[in-house]
Structures are given as structure tokens and as C-alpha cells.
């Protein structure tokens, strides 16, 4: 990345990308699972941290 000017150029990567052989299939996750194995219907408790916030102090 070249940064001059206030432009940015982007060059191709030279990296080759190889599949990955998974011992497993997406289907094969997603067979039998439901909202409810899935606790779909539950809400997640962000800590503070999560929501970008510092943690208050403990004192």
C-alpha cells in the first residue's frame, strides 16, 4: 500500500488461494438444528467492553 498525496494504491496479492478440505459440510452442520437448538430466540448480554465502553471500576 502506497500512501502519498492523500491516495491510497492497492496491488494484487501474489498469495495462490487454496479451497479448504473441511472434514465436514455446512449442510451436515445445519441437519436437525431448529430455533430452538439453536436458542435463536434468546438475547446475548453485551459486556461493556463489547459496546465499547470502558468497565467501571470496582472500587
Known amino acids: 500500500m502506497n500512501m502519498k498525496k492523500r491516495t491510497i494504491t492497492a496491488w ?3 498469495v495462490s488461494e487454496k479451497k479448504l478440505s473441511l472434514p465436514f459440510t455446512e449442510s451436515a452442520l445445519l ?3 431448529t ?3 439453536a436458542h435463536a430466540d434468546e438475547l ?3 459486556t ?3 459496546l465499547g465502553q ?3 471500576d470496582k472500587h
Open 12 to 14: 494484487e496479492s501474489k
Open 31 to 33: 441437519d436437525g438444528l
Open 35 to 37: 430455533p430452538e437448538t
Open 44 to 46: 446475548a448480554i453485551l
Open 48 to 50: 461493556m467492553l463489547e
Open 54 to 56: 470502558k468497565p467501571a
